[in-house]
């Protein structure tokens, strides 16, 4: 079995955005984490409309973040993610 906990610890914290790609597992991740997202807005806008059970947006959401681990753990455990530089790609 999976422990998300686990595996969170083992990737250390960060201190910058991590930006989708890396290997092509975790790129993959990342766009399933984007449908799971774009969901997730979905389902809240939903809510606001009629009854939503509160687990579907609890899931959702815990499924996002699951998808956002096991992209990180995909690319060799962090070491490998992308991660935002601001200003990196500006101009003088």
Known sequence: MYSRTASNKRLGGLTSFVLPGGSEG????????AVVRRAEREVTEI????????????YVNRLSDLL???????NDEGHRDTLWNPGASRQS
């Open 26 to 33: 975790a790129a993959l991740l990342h766009v399933a984490r």
């Open 47 to 58: 809510a606001y409309q009629e009854p939503v059970t509160p687990a579907a947006l609890r």
């Open 68 to 74: 956002f681990v096991l992209a990180r753990v995909e």
